[in-house]
């Protein structure tokens, strides 16, 4: 209840980017859909700077799940970075916020505080908790899937606090558990909490790891040195006790006989969401989008809508937020149409909205590196060569720099303007896997 | 009780002949009248329609098309007579409703409080009219003791069919009865009509229609009509047609921003006592700069110019009728016989600029794609804005028309368009630019259209000359006035 009284609860606002403008009989309609977040006024607030939720109780909960499988002894330094990595994000945890810390192996251990309780940040339980990292001893398997099981059991004793985050370190393969375990596992417990992942070192896979985050709405990412954990879960802690609202859903009404072909984030990284609807209403469909804190996301929605006559006009889509409230209720913020409307106008309706021809090439730019990496994986060069080439191509062209850079350390590039590109021979497994996890990453439209 | 100058009567919904209420058959065309007057709605109906085919417990039949483009003009005294027509519940009357302006008004007025005064109103201004037995058009002098506003009977309708208002809206597309707050529906989405689709003001002397017509999907154009007093008492009638750049920012509100401070500054300059044709250049000039300030209003959509519109304008005055005009929007004169039609604009277009430079005969210049460019405008990217003027003083009876290139695009030449406009457009002005606005409608619509007409019955001499301004129309042309281009002094 607390929540929502807090002056920290964000302001939504969205804007939408398209050209409404269709030709005769023409019937897809395409729209970037931009929120953005203000107000939620925590990520500036140092952590342990006093903050106020701890009179009424913690407003978020986090729980860091980190690989004691026994190859996170090889090299040693793994299990020592992680340790120190989890002592800084523990530093990070803001004062009054609940967190645990579990090992995990081919089963869940609470590192603590234990008996599947949730510790309240204070200096005292912070300093408690990283005397109680050496407990964190490599041996044993990987069974991630038991993990998120007993960080959703730990979150479920405070179901009074909204925000619930998991920050999740392997450094290997789900290997201790079949994959339909997992997926399992992750059907029952999306929506119950969102989690971080990241991969440490070479030998864990980037498509297992994104199957986690995606469906926990969370990010994922690589940190191929062991010494770079420190700065990453700081970074990551930091944006978790950033978030003020959580369990945001996107909402998305189309008129009677319209289809959703699909709902996308786009920005900061692409994430498809069309499968992810919950019916909200008569031709409404909420998309989950997780917690917010002060950040502005993109999405890109694409209608199908029944053709009408040229000269009319109709609302091709409503888009808006539904944040939950806690006594279960939900509220409708601000909201953005989609038109569609039909013209003779050649000139009107050939136009390309640039956010959605960009994001639109973003997209595909993520696909092409997707492809191509399988591609090489099963030794199809050409084919790999060629995809590769489309995403230098793509990347050359949007302004995608970063992306850019991790492709041009995988292939050659010969010509960017052109897409001619030759695979290196001598390519890391750190470098094809850096590329890879963060292929989905966009870079917003050049202004 | 003064006699309405022109009789309510009913029209036929597919050709606009005029039909007795017993008719079933229309005498023109053979269409089954009973099938429409036992109307649904058409498809573009408003709420107003739809209640009316709900009292009459009529299912709502697309194909059944409520049209009835007639009209009173000039008002009865008693504005009862329009409420009656308006809610007494038959067929006839659902008719007069859907048909007829003022008729219009009165149901609108029954659910909307803005409705009923300003058809009351008019019934007031009318009622003072002299009575006009003969038919004949009578500038109605003591409509001019009161605001020009108080005579305007807007009419946010879709005279085709009904009008729009009160709370129990129906979906004009699938006919839901859920439209949301921001004018589209909540079941199949379709944008709504909106007041600016169609709207028709008429006050006695003038009036105008405009109309989205089919394929646009709002109405850029605007129009305003006036009436007003000069200092010695005499009337002046005023009216103002814009037409908004399409591919400029917000044409919408460029045209309507032109046309009412156009409308505005020339009623305060005439009420001033000067003359028409400085009037007219001022007004053009601060028309301009009123759509000059729209393009620092808000951030301007990338790849899109300035608000931009063209403007056209009559003034008619002591007997001598002035037009002022910058772009492709025109101005005609119509005598009652139709001998002597005439344009009065020359556009400023590109299609013009290859004629008067001898490149292109006329066809092949509105053959070329280019033809519509214009070379003049209102708008912060125009470079210069040079008001033309042109006045001359009838002889005979006629109506000024002035329209948007939605109308003439349809028939060009004056005689084209002569052919088309009503024979009794003088005496049934609002009737006649329903008319046209429907013709052009019916030839595909492809732009909006908007028509204003100004009668005028020189059935009193001219004023005076006076000597700073010579009048530009010499004695004996009578049907053909000469016309005088003349550079506007900005």
Known sequence: MAKLTKSNFPQFSVDIFQNAYLAQGANEVNAIVTVTATGGGTSASLPSAGYGGALDGPDAAVVI????????????????????????????????????????????????????????????????????????????????????????????????????????????????????????????????????????????????????????????????????????????????????????????????????????????VVEDLSGRRSDAGPRAGDYPTGSWGDESRDYHVCIEVPPAG???????????????????????????????????????STKINPQVAHYTGQAELAGAIQEGLDAHRRGDLDTATAKLGKAVQLAADSGNEDTFKLLSKVVDVVDAKEGTVRFRKDVSAEDSMTLETRSTKTVRVKK | MTESMDQLTLSCPNCAQAVAESDRYCEECGIDLTATRAAGADPRAGAAAALAAAELSAAPDPLAVALCPDVTFGATADPEVQLGAGTAGSAAAAEF?????????????????????????????????????????????????????????????????????????????????????????????????RPRDHQERALNGVCGVSDRGHRHHRNEDAFAVAATSRPDGSPAVVAVVCDGVSSATRPDEASQAAADSASEALLEALEAGEEPEAAMVRAIMTAADRVDALADEFER???????????????????????????????????????????????????????????????????????????????ADAVEVEPHTMSFVPQTPGTVLICSDGLWNYAEGAVDLAAVVPADARTKPLQAAQILARYACDRGGHDNITVALLPVDPVEPPEPTLPDHPPTLVGESLDSPTIQLREGES
């Open chain 1, 310 to 348: 040229v000269g009319d006009e109709m609302l091709a889509g409503r888009i808006s937020l539904v944040v939950p409230h806690p006594d279960g209720t939900s509220e409708v913020l601000s909201q953005g149409l989609v038109k569609a409307v039909w013209t003779d106008d050649l000139n009107a």
């Open chain 2, 97 to 193: 409703a859907g048909g007829s302006a003022f008729g219009a008004g009165a149901p609108a007025g029954a659910a909307d409080p803005t409705g009923a005064p300003s058809a009351a109103g008019l019934g007031a201004g009318g009622a003072a009219v002299p009575s006009g037995a003969t038919g004949d058009f009578v500038l109605a002098a003591p409509l001019l003791a009161t605001e020009a506003e108080v005579g305007v009977a807007p009419v946010a309708a879709d005279p085709w069919s009904g009008v729009p208002s009160g709370d129990a809206r129906v979906c004009v597309g699938c006919g839901a009865q859920r439209i949301d707050t921001d004018g589209y529906c909540e079941v199949c989405g379709l944008a709504q009509p």
């Open chain 1, 65 to 268: 799940a980190v690989d004691c499988s026994g190859s996170m002894d090889y090299p040693p330094t793994k299990i020592r970075n992680a340790r120190e990595a989890t002592a800084v994000a523990i530093d990070s945890v803001r004062d009054g916020v609940a967190f645990a810390v579990v090992a995990g192996t081919h089963e869940a251990k609470e590192v603590y505080p234990g008996g599947g309780q949730l510790a309240i940040s204070s200096p005292g339980t912070r300093e408690e908790a990283k005397q109680s990292l050496r407990r964190l001893t490599p041996g044993g398997g990987t069974a991630i899937g038991t993990w998120l099981t007993k960080a959703d059991q730990i979150f479920s004793t405070r179901p009074d606090v909204s925000i619930r985050h998991a920050i999740l370190l392997t450094d290997g393969r789900n290997e201790h558990e079949r994959p339909d375990q997992l997926q399992h596992t992750l059907d029952r417990v999306q929506g119950r909490f969102t989690a971080d992942c990241r991969g440490v070192g070479t030998d864990w896979e980037v498509a297992e790891l994104r199957r986690i985050s995606s469906a926990l709405l969370g990010s994922v990412d690589i940190v191929a040195d062991p010494s770079g954990l420190a700065a990453d879960f700081q970074a990551m802690m930091e944006k978790a006790m950033g978030k003020a609202v959580a369990d945001v859903a996107l909402r998305v009404w189309t008129p009677a006989n319209a289809q959703v072909k699909f709902v996308k984030q786009v920005a900061p």
């Open chain 2, 301 to 379: 959509e990338p790849s899109r110019n300035s608000p931009a519109c063209t403007i056209v304008s009559a003034v008619l005055t002591g007997g001598r009728v002035t037009v002022g005009w910058v772009g492709d929007s025109r101005a005609y004169w119509f005598p009652d016989d139709r001998s002597g039609s005439q344009r009065l604009t020359v556009d400023d277009s590109w299609a013009t600029r290859m004629v008067e430079a001898g490149l292109m005969s006329e066809a092949e210049a509105f053959a070329d794609p280019r033809a519509h460019a214009i070379t003049g405008w209102l708008g």
